[in-house]
């Protein structure tokens, strides 16, 4: 009976046998009453059967309107109209998906966990000394023009993976033009850089050396030469790589890469209520989570990175920002480039509490400043706590007919300062454990 049809084609076969039932009883008290002939009892009979049948159809079609197309049903219109900015918030509980059922679901939608390791490279597998030298590269200051900046420098694993200003400082006190991102989990993106530019952790780790503005080294010949001056890494080279394996900017990056596959931060306490542990996340956390589903951030930070870009779950990494750019927010932090919105591949969530400022530019310092542009900006919501302002007023096309259109009301528009401070706890519960990786 969940089908619509089924149903209303059982109503209205009722009505049309109990119509005939009551014809059959009508024709015959009649036909005694008036004393008709056999020809006249005929007619008065498929007279009224034919009026019982139109009635039974038009039933059919009410039905019909009303269960199947109910934004057709014009009993459902004034409804719909009536109801006041009271109406109740859905009842979020319910939407919530719980982890024992998540784990049987394979869709792509489902909540998953931060897995415990990232898969390499076919032609980088991982090897403890080979993330060894990474680590030692990654700290190296040695590498940079005047020996004064590492990878660590602007990727601070002590705080959050990144450096926490606006902008990175590179060699000579340069600043760059965008914000740096977090190291942490990286390697369970496709496309690193903001704009999406390098494919993989080797090819990433390859550009910071010769960038004019970060460690500014002339070429890549360059870094290899001072690897090379510094006796302590011919021997760490063979290890990771084989006998006699000469020191190439390519290894250099694979071994810089092979460290940070092991830069992950899992166990988080979203994680854990994933794995089953119902007391990870508190009621807050949860309605955050529900949020987070019900109001659409999940159609571009999907997990269990919580960005487009994943490797498990990629689902196309680049998104538009600002997709509705006619806001205040867009303004006050000069989110646009050159007057234009830009795609951008969309950023990871992990950790989000420890990598302020925010965006591309590290405009944003506060995260739930961070949460209301993504709501403004990218789900055409708007920040209110007037219950009015959750209804909107549209007029929409009817479905085939493009010449009538039926006023409605949307609810669900507006985003309560609850709500923000929700989703904000919900992303605090992506804050994982730090690796210590004791070599
Ligand atoms: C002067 C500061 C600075 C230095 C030094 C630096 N980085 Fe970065 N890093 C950044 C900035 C800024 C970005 C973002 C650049 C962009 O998107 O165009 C970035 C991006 C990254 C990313 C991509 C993360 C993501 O989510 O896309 C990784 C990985 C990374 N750096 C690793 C390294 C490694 C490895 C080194 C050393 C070889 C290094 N960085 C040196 C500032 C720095
Ligand atoms: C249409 C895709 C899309 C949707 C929907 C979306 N985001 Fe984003 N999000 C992005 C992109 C793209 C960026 C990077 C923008 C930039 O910095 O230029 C981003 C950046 C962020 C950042 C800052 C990340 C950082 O490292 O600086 C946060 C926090 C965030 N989003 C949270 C949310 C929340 C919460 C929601 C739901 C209210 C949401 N996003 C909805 C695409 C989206």
């Given at each position: 009976m969940d089908d619509p049809n089924t149903e209303i084609m059982m109503i209205l076969f009722s009505a049309l046998g109990l119509g005939m039932l009551a014809l059959a009883l009508v024709s015959k008290e009649l036909a005694q009453r008036v004393r008709l002939g056999g020809q006249g009892r005929l007619f008065l009979a498929f007279g009224l059967g034919l009026g019982v049948f139109a009635l039974s159809i038009k039933a059919g079609v009410i039905l019909y309107l009303d269960v199947a197309k109910p934004d057709l049903a014009p009993t459902k219109l004034v409804q719909r109209q009536r109801e006041g900015p009271e109406f109740s918030q859905p009842d979020l509980a319910r939407i919530i998906t719980l982890p024992s059922q998540l784990a049987k679901s394979g869709n792509w939608s489902t909540w998953q966990a931060l897995p415990q390791t990232v898969k390499p490279p076919a032609d980088n597998p991982q090897k403890l000394a080979k993330a060894r030298l990474g680590k030692k590269l990654f700290f190296?200051?040695?590498?940079?023009i005047d020996h004064t900046i590492s990878c660590a420098s602007c990727h601070n694993l002590e705080t959050g993976g990144d450096d926490n200003a606006p902008v990175s400082t590179g060699v000579d006190g340069q600043k760059g033009s965008v914000s740096a991102p977090t190291v942490?989990?990286?390697?369970?993106?496709t496309r690193l850089f903001w704009d999406g530019r390098a494919t993989s952790l080797e090819h990433q780790a390859k550009q910071p050396f010769i960038n004019p503005v970060e460690m500014a080294m002339p070429d890549w010949e360059a870094v290899e030469l001072r690897v090379k001056a510094n006796p302590d890494y011919a021997p760490m080279f063979e290890k990771a790589f084989g006998q006699k394996a000469s020191i190439t900017i390519d290894r250099i990056a694979k071994a810089i890469a092979s460290y940070e596959r092991l830069l992950i931060t899992p166990n988080a306490p979203y994680d854990r209520f994933i794995a089953g542990?119902?007391?990870?996340?508190?009621a807050q956390q949860l309605r955050g989570m529900a949020l987070f589903q019900e109001v659409g951030c999940r159609s571009c930070h999907i997990d269990p990175i919580f960005s487009a870009a994943g490797s498990i779950k990629n689902i196309g990494a680049y998104r538009s920002f600002p997709v509705f750019a006619d806001n205040s927010y867009v303004k006050k932090y000069d989110l646009l480039v050159e007057g234009k919105a830009s795609v951008w591949r969309v950023p990871s969530l992990r950790n989000i509490a420890q990598t302020g400022p925010y965006f591309h530019n590290g405009a944003v310092k506060d995260l739930k400043e961070a949460i209301r542009i993504m709501a403004v900006s990218q789900l055409g919501k708007i920040i209110s706590d007037d219950p009015v302002d959750d209804l909107a007023i549209s007029s929409v096309a009817i479905s085939g007919k493009k010449s009538q259109r039926r006023l409605t009301i949307l609810r669900d528009q507006a985003l309560t300062s609850q709500d923000i401070e929700d989703l904000e706890a919900f992303l605090k519960s992506l804050s994982g454990e730090a690796p210590s990786l004791t070599f």
């Open positions: 190296d200051k040695n590498l940079s942490f989990n990286a390697a369970f993106l542990d119902d007391t990870a996340l508190s």
